[in-house]
């Protein structure tokens, strides 16, 4: 119900201000009609604020000719998002006149707010490029006034246009040359006025495109700061890590794709909970000790060793390396000195070869392109959730707890070898895992010989859910030909699902499998794929039900089918 009124409520407001944006000069009959369908503007302020926060901020501040109530509902509404469907047209550089208006306008409008101590501001939002060094100043001027509105809530994404430049025709801008001048000139960062250092009501900080500098008078003290994210910033490792210091409520922190900062150092910082360090240029070393942080995800794809240090963070939970230099000795002495870690994420991490998990707490453990991998012990009782992406390697697997396991190989050679060393990975997963996904680049990679089938009993006799992936169809693609081998794979199975890619689009074939019982003893069944040269799924199913759809489930077709001649009727 409070559902249906908002909606309704948004529909009213827009329908007014379409009635008067349409007709700026309307006369007084039309007014007393407006009055009296805008039932909504007897809301209290809250709701109205409430409301407005559904609607573009472009439409909010033209709610402000409805009414004096409406004008007052929009000085009063505590967020303000400035960025350049705001301030220009399609082509910013044809109408610079209009463009100064709509900056007086919304400076006006924060000075008013500002003087007037209206509101304490929620959120502060400015994304835009720079245009001139008036631009720079009226930027500025912005700040302080959402500062002074004591925000709580400050996004800057400032960004360059120097890129831009090449694209614009100059003769648009022979009258105003200056501001070509200082766009060729200037720098890539916005220089953040110092005042943002020392701001006390600010609990959100996201900055992109601004250079951080600390004037020698200036102390940073953000008291009330809590999140922090810092993308495409210029700095140094003097300013960051004063800056940090100065945050004793900090709880999250994101600094990436940042410049001239060649340390981070993390002390003291009880209530920090999350750290997030991505692809900055110039970083060598990372520094966190005695912290309570549960999350920390560190990436930096550099060819030079990129140093950690991570020293009593025993409270650490979630742990990632995107293309870090880690070591598998450092791996496993960081791994057995974080005894509350659960979810391990690897990723591109070009110096493990040899990896040794031992953690009693660990429960989800992911490794994606760590191709120079080529063996993999893991001892977690409590492991549930196992995710591969990489080439073949030797698994030595202890995960009594394991329930879902994602595969994706790539084969990287034509060894004859291959298929016998993927069906001995997949062996490992026999008594653990009753949910297998299995990837692969080709459909002829999982093929398992006759020959070999007579060897060596199927790998999965105990998964009841398997789903496949094949991102390239090699002709002839047979459905049913994959369907036999999966039901060697796994014989016992209940679900399969197999996507693939053909015709120009993927699609996917998903079975439902029921069985009769089998005309062994109870104690044979369990061990039906080491019995048997043929796997008991075929004297055992009783019903197939399939079903056949694009991966968009926008056409589906379903059939059911009796006993283990259903190989024969589909293709």
Known sequence: MFLFLRILCIHILNSIL????????????????????????????PILHHILSFLPFKQVARTCVLSKKWEETWRTYPVFKIDESILFPKDEWRYLDKRMKSLNYLEQTLRNRHFKDLVCMEKFRMKTKLFGEEFVSFVDRCICYAIGNNVKKLKLGIYSIGND???????????????????????????????????????????????LELPRKINVKLASLRRMHLVEVYSNSHVINNLLAGCPLIEEIGISNCEGIESVELFGLERLNDIMIADNMGLERVDMKKLNVSSLSIFQPLTIPFEINITICTNLKNLKFVEAYITDEWLCQLIYELPLLECLELCHCKELKRIKISSPSLKTFSIFGCMYVVELKIDTLNLTHFTYDGGMMFLCLNALALSNVDLSLFRSNTDTYWNAKFIELLAQFHKFSEMLS??????EEFIVSKELRQMIPSPLSSCKHLNLRIDTISQP??????????????PHIKTLSIEYFLSGAFKKTSFEFSYKKPLVYEDEISSCGNSFPLSCWQYCIEKVKLEFNDCEGNSTKGYSLEGREFLEKIY
């Open 477 to 490: 693609f047979s459905i049913a030909k994959v369907v036999d081998e999966l039901l060697w794979i796994a």
């Open 438 to 443: 299995l990837r692969v680049s080709k459909n």
């Open 165 to 211: 430049v090449k694209k614009m025709n100059l003769g648009i801008l022979s009258k105003r040359w200056h501001e070509l001048e200082f766009v060729l000139k200037s720098n890539r960062w916005y220089d953040l006025p110092p005042i943002v250092l020392c701001a006390k009501s600010i609990e959100v900080l996201k900055l992109r495109g601004c250079k």
């Open 18 to 45: 379409r009635t008067v944006l349409v007709q700026e000069s309307f006369d007084i009959v039309k007014k007393t009609r407006i009055d009296e369908m805008d039932m909504i503007s007897e809301l209290p302020e």
